[in-house]
């Protein structure tokens, strides 16, 4: 079952404009991670944020964790048409959920050159 | 060091048929998960293995199961596949130490069952 929302569904922009992606999530957790997956391919890692930092950020990316509200958003600054993917954000409950990611079902962002 | 390799990339098994796919870890992680990702229900968590033992089960029937040896290669098997099981198969590997580490996917094997 997915853990979390994640809005919007779809997020068409222009080059250099900037992406927001919101995700909730339903239960408590140890990280947040945020990930990137071009047209069906493997997916990439870009950010882990742990419970108990409130932002983060790498490059052009800024993530913030909200817990008390169970969301977190995605800032991609001055989106480049190389950006187009599928975000997702997973989290990690910790404890015995040993290697147990659950996934949002994803933010298709379209970057128009 | 090399990423995650995912064999075969593409697959294609008639309903009946059992199917194996192979993961092999990034060199020195000891723990790999398996997804299944589809359009209807997602990315979904199938199991996580860990020096051989599976650590966690997803909430999917028996006919799928996986294994892991002592070079941390792993692999998931599907039995009397179904069409439902046409997916993208995932599998992701991390140090895992402690827990709460990042997970490094590879590319995925694409079953389609006809």
């Known amino acids: 079952s997915q853990q979390g929302e994640e809005d919007p569904q779809a997020l068409s922009i222009q080059e250099g404009e900037n992406a927001t992606m919101n995700c909730s999530y339903k239960t408590s957790i140890n990280n947040l991670q945020w990930y990137r997956q071009n047209s069906g391919r493997g997916l990439v890692h870009l950010i882990l944020?742990?419970?108990?930092?409130r932002e983060k950020h790498s490059g052009r990316l800024r993530v913030t964790l909200d817990t008390s509200k169970k969301s977190s958003s995605l800032l991609i600054t001055a989106s480049r048409a190389a950006d187009t993917a599928s975000y997702f954000c997973?989290?990690?409950?910790?404890?015995?959920?040993?290697?147990?990611?659950?996934f949002g079902q994803g933010t298709i962002l379209t970057v128009h050159p | 060091k090399a990423g995650v390799t995912q064999t075969p990339r593409y697959l294609i098994k008639t309903r009946g048929q059992q199917v194996t796919l192979s993961c092999s870890p990034i060199?020195?992680?000891?723990?790999v998960s398996w997804y299944q990702q589809t359009p209807g229900q997602g990315l979904q968590f199938l199991f996580e293995y860990f020096s051989e033992t599976q650590r966690n089960k997803g909430n999917f029937p028996g006919r799928f199961s996986g294994r892991q040896f002592s070079n941390s290669r792993s692999e998931m098997n599907v039995s009397t596949l179904e069409l439902g099981d046409s997916a993208l198969y995932l599998c992701?590997?991390?140090?895992?130490?402690?827990?709460?580490?990042?997970?490094?996917f590879g590319p995925g094997t694409r079953l389609l069952v006809l």
């Open positions: 060199s020195g992680h000891r723990s």
């Open positions: 997973a989290t990690d409950a910790g404890g015995t959920s040993y290697g147990k990611l659950t």
């Open positions: 992701a590997s991390s140090p895992r130490t402690s827990g709460g580490e990042t997970q490094y």
């Open positions: 944020i742990r419970s108990n930092e």
